[in-house]
């Protein structure tokens, strides 16, 4: 279909076209066709059904104008310049075709062994084995173009029998360099939560002892102000490190969840000699919730509330070994160098023993445990309102 004529061009484009006008009237002419597309287009059609667009001279007729020359320069180049950008447009699109295919052979291929599997895995490991009671859980993972490969997994923790979200965990990695990302909904992470090493022997002073014991007269003060009608997050630290059916023994007659727990890996001793409390993120607290658990349990039928000790012992080994097999992805997460193969070697010899739990339930409940001879140091957590039953049905709109 032929674009019809501008009124500024109808009286001009035969003549123009047979390169009959006056030199007034070819700039007019020249102009118009710089600024108005669709008798650009009008002009190429005409270029295309002419071919030559003027009539061929014979050896008696002059040589085309310089106006006509400059005229038909133009036309080449501004056609020349259109099909360069258009093969350029295509071999874009063709090359980021295929890299989107290469990039999904390349982080899919495997199976569960694959970097669209593992990826998630080992970071959400790296969290809830690093951070008490923060689990990494739904989430997905997307390949894109040009080798680059994106997940983004939500962090939560249970207070009491619901989980309340906290964050994001983001990945992104292109040719296998990897950056991660926490994004907090609240802006940032504040946890209180904390354990002390069992006490060795001359490790701390009278006066030592007697502003811990304030200090955890206020857990227990705080634990006593709330009220009846909440549920709590509770860190208590042991005595001694303890196999998980001794705790078991030591803890099933109380009413609460114990949803993490802080293992002995030969290494806290260091900073429990220094005076320094174990806190999450820091690379020295190493523990598994008991969500992480069931993932690397050897149990298909799932793992008993109170039992499966040694079930779960050896979860918490093959979660530092998984860690292990990708040690600098676990590094873009802990602060301070995990020491993976010396917890490894310490843990296989001498087992998984813990000093510590994060318990949480209702909060009377939590205050009884006061009592309890083998509990040397309370951090109080989060708290909120009553929520000690299974709802029937929940939903979260994001």
């Known amino acids: 279909m032929t674009n019809p004529i501008c009124k500024e061009m109808e009286p001009l484009w035969d003549r123009y076209l047979r390169g009959e006008c006056t030199p007034e009237e ?23 059904a002419q071919a030559p667009l003027v009539p061929p001279t014979t050896t008696e007729q002059a040589a085309p104008s310089s106006g006509k020359q400059q005229r038909w320069m133009r036309r080449a180049k501004w056609r020349n310049r259109v099909s360069t950008a258009v093969n350029l447009l295509s071999a874009f699109i063709l090359l980021s075709i295929l890299s989107g295919i290469t990039t999904g052979l390349l982080y899919g291929l495997g199976g569960s062994s694959s970097t669209s599997e593992r990826l998630p895995k080992v970071l959400g490991t790296a969290v809830g084995m690093t951070v008490p009671n923060l689990n990494v859980n739904s989430g997905g993972v997307s390949t894109g173009f040009y080798f680059n490969l994106s997940m983004d997994y939500k962090m ?31 802006g940032g992470y504040q946890s209180n939560l904390y354990f002390a090493y069992p006490e060795t022997p001359g490790s701390l002073t009278d006066e030592d002892r007697q502003y811990e014991r304030d200090r955890d007269n206020d857990v227990w003060k705080a634990l006593e102000m709330l009220p009846e009608g909440t549920v709590s997050e ?55 919730s008991s969500d992480l658990m069931l993932r690397y349990a ?34 873009k997460l802990v602060h301070a160098d995990p020491k993976l193969q010396k917890r490894i070697e310490y843990v ?17 409940e939590l205050l009884k445990l006061r009592e309890n001879v083998h509990i040397t140091r309370p951090a109080l957590g989060e708290t909120d309102w009553w929520n000690w039953y299974q709802t029937s049905y929940s939903s979260v709109q994001y």
């Not at 023994?249 to 174990?278: C, H, K, P």
Request: proline share 2%; aromatic share 12%.
């Open 26 to 48: 070819e700039r007019q002419a020249e102009e118009h066709l710089e600024q108005c597309p669709a008798c650009q287009e009008r002009l190429d059609q005409a270029m295309a």
């Open 298 to 331: 050897s149990y298909s039928s799932g793992l008993k509330v109170w039992g499966d000790g040694p079930a779960k012992e050896q979860a918490f080994l093959r979660g530092l070994q998984e860690l292990q097999k990708n040690e600098r992805w676990v590094r």
């Open 348 to 364: 296989s010899e001498h087992g998984a023993r813990s000093y510590g739990l994060i318990v949480t339930g209702p909060t009377k």
């Open 234 to 288: 509770l860190a208590v630290s042991l005595d001694a490190a303890y196999s998980l059916e001794e705790i078991y023994a030591m803890f099933q007659t109380y009413d609460m969840d114990i949803v993490w727990y802080a293992f002995d890996t030969g290494l806290e001793q260091d900073s429990a000699r220094q005076g320094n409390f174990l806190s999450g993120w820091s690379g020295e607290l190493w523990g598994m």
């Open 156 to 186: 939560s923790k249970q207070v009491g029998r619901q989980e309340q979200l906290y964050g994001i965990l983001h990945g992104d990695m292109r040719f296998n360099l990897l950056n991660v990302k926490r994004e907090w909904f609240g």
